[in-house]
C-alpha cells in the first residue's frame, strides 16, 4: 500500500476511501450542514476552526460549510475552551451541537487535543486542522443515517469490537471508534458491552517501528474469532507515515485505517458468520 499524502495532514491508509455519494456517508435527508461561527478563546484557533471543520467533512462526503445556509439546512454549532496547562502543552477541548433544521438537538461531541500554547494563541493552520479532522470523526455518527440497531438486525451476525494492542497514541481509544463507526454501516449487530453474547469478536495489534530516514513502518493486523476463541482469519495493513504522525491524537488517520481495512474484514466476518435458521412456515 502507497503512502497517500494531502497536505497539510498525511492521510496513510486513504487508498480505499469510500467514493462519493457512498451510502455509508449518506446525510439524513441530503441536506447540507451550516457550520455556525466558533465561540470561544483563543480567537485565532475559534476563527480558523469553522472553515477547517467544513473541509474536514466534505472530506467524509458530507456537505459542510462555513459560509452559506439553505432553509434545509442543519446547523453545527461549537465553541472551545482553554484547559489549563500541563507542561508545555495546552488542551483546548471543542464541544459540538448538532440541531436538525426544525432546532430540534440532535446531540452533541466533545473532542480534546493537546498542542503548544502559541500554536493556539496563533491559530497554527496544523493544530487547528488536526483538531477539526478529530471532531469531524467524532460527528460522523450524528451526520450521517441512524445505522440499525441489534433489535433491528433481524438476527444478523453479532460482532464484539476487542481491544487495540500496541497502538501510540490515542490509538487504543480512536481505532474500535473508527472501526465501530465503519461497520455498524454493514448488516451487522455491533455489541459493545463486553459482557453481551457475540457471534465474532473483532480485536487488532500495532507495531510501530523505530524512525528511519524521518518515516516509520506501521503495522496492523485485524484478527476475527469466533465466541470460542477460535481465529477465523486475520486482515493485515502496512503504511510508511512521517515520524510521530501516531504519537498524540490519530485523527482522520484512524477512520482511513478503518475504511481501508472493511472489505477483508467483512469478507472474515461472512467466512465466520453462524448459519441462518431456517425460515418457519405455518402448518
Same mark, same amino acid.
Given at each position: 500500500?502507497? !503512502?497517500?499524502?494531502?497536505? &497539510?495532514? #498525511? =492521510? #496513510?491508509? +486513504? %487508498? %480505499?476511501?469510500? =467514493?462519493?455519494?457512498?451510502?455509508?456517508?449518506?446525510?439524513? %435527508?441530503?441536506?447540507?450542514?451550516? *457550520?455556525?461561527? *466558533?465561540?470561544?478563546? &483563543?480567537?485565532?484557533?475559534? /476563527?480558523?476552526?469553522?472553515? +477547517?471543520?467544513?473541509?474536514? !467533512?466534505?472530506?467524509? %462526503? *458530507?456537505?459542510?460549510?462555513?459560509?452559506? +445556509?439553505?432553509?434545509?439546512?442543519? /446547523? !453545527?454549532?461549537?465553541?472551545? /475552551? /482553554?484547559?489549563? #496547562?500541563?507542561?508545555?502543552?495546552?488542551?483546548?477541548?471543542?464541544?459540538?451541537?448538532? =440541531?436538525? #433544521?426544525?432546532?430540534?438537538s440532535l446531540g452533541e461531541r466533545t473532542e480534546r487535543l493537546e498542542a503548544a500554547a502559541r500554536d493556539w494563541e496563533e491559530g497554527s493552520e496544523d493544530a487547528v486542522v488536526h483538531l477539526a479532522a478529530a471532531s469531524a470523526e467524532r460527528l460522523a455518527a450524528l451526520l450521517q443515517d441512524d445505522a440499525p440497531t441489534e433489535a433491528d438486525s433481524g438476527g444478523h451476525t453479532r460482532l464484539r469490537i476487542g481491544g487495540v494492542e500496541g497502538a501510540p497514541g490515542d490509538g487504543r481509544e480512536s481505532l474500535p471508534r473508527a472501526i465501530t463507526e465503519i461497520l455498524k454501516r454493514q448488516d451487522l449487530a455491533i455489541v459493545t458491552d463486553p459482557e453481551a453474547m457475540a457471534d465474532l469478536v473483532l480485536d487488532a495489534d500495532v507495531v510501530v517501528a523505530n524512525p528511519k530516514a524521518g518515516k516509520q513502518n506501521v503495522k496492523i493486523v485485524w484478527r476475527v474469532r469466533r465466541k470460542d476463541g477460535g481465529e477465523i482469519g486475520t486482515v493485515g495493513q502496512e503504511n510508511d507515515v512521517p515520524a510521530g504522525l501516531l504519537d498524540g491524537p490519530w485523527g482522520d488517520v484512524a477512520y482511513m485505517v478503518a475504511v481501508s481495512a472493511q472489505d477483508g474484514i467483512m469478507q472474515l466476518i461472512a467466512r465466520g458468520a453462524p448459519p441462518a435458521p431456517p425460515p418457519t412456515g405455518k402448518s
Amino acid at each position: 500500500m502507497l !503512502l497517500a499524502a494531502c497536505q &497539510p495532514l #498525511p =492521510h #496513510p491508509f +486513504a %487508498d %480505499d476511501a469510500p =467514493h462519493r455519494g457512498s451510502a455509508m456517508l449518506t446525510l439524513r %435527508d441530503s441536506a447540507s450542514v451550516t *457550520i455556525a461561527p *466558533i465561540d470561544g478563546t &483563543p480567537r485565532a484557533t475559534a /476563527e480558523k476552526l469553522g472553515p +477547517a471543520m467544513a473541509s474536514a !467533512l466534505q472530506q467524509r %462526503d *458530507i456537505a459542510a460549510s462555513d459560509k452559506t +445556509a439553505s432553509i434545509g439546512s442543519y /446547523e !453545527l454549532v461549537g465553541r472551545i /475552551e /482553554e484547559m489549563p #496547562p500541563s507542561g508545555d502543552k495546552v488542551a483546548l477541548v471543542a464541544v459540538w451541537a448538532l =440541531h436538525d #433544521p426544525s432546532g430540534q438537538s440532535l446531540g452533541e461531541r466533545t473532542e480534546r487535543l493537546e498542542a503548544a500554547a502559541r500554536d493556539w494563541e496563533e491559530g497554527s493552520e496544523d493544530a487547528v486542522v488536526h483538531l477539526a479532522a478529530a471532531s469531524a470523526e467524532r460527528l460522523a455518527a450524528l451526520l450521517q443515517d441512524d445505522a440499525p440497531t441489534e433489535a433491528d438486525s433481524g438476527g444478523h451476525t453479532r460482532l464484539r469490537i476487542g481491544g487495540v494492542e500496541g497502538a501510540p497514541g490515542d490509538g487504543r481509544e480512536s481505532l474500535p471508534r473508527a472501526i465501530t463507526e465503519i461497520l455498524k454501516r454493514q448488516d451487522l449487530a455491533i455489541v459493545t458491552d463486553p459482557e453481551a453474547m457475540a457471534d465474532l469478536v473483532l480485536d487488532a495489534d500495532v507495531v510501530v517501528a523505530n524512525p528511519k530516514a524521518g518515516k516509520q513502518n506501521v503495522k496492523i493486523v485485524w484478527r476475527v474469532r469466533r465466541k470460542d476463541g477460535g481465529e477465523i482469519g486475520t486482515v493485515g495493513q502496512e503504511n510508511d507515515v512521517p515520524a510521530g504522525l501516531l504519537d498524540g491524537p490519530w485523527g482522520d488517520v484512524a477512520y482511513m485505517v478503518a475504511v481501508s481495512a472493511q472489505d477483508g474484514i467483512m469478507q472474515l466476518i461472512a467466512r465466520g458468520a453462524p448459519p441462518a435458521p431456517p425460515p418457519t412456515g405455518k402448518s
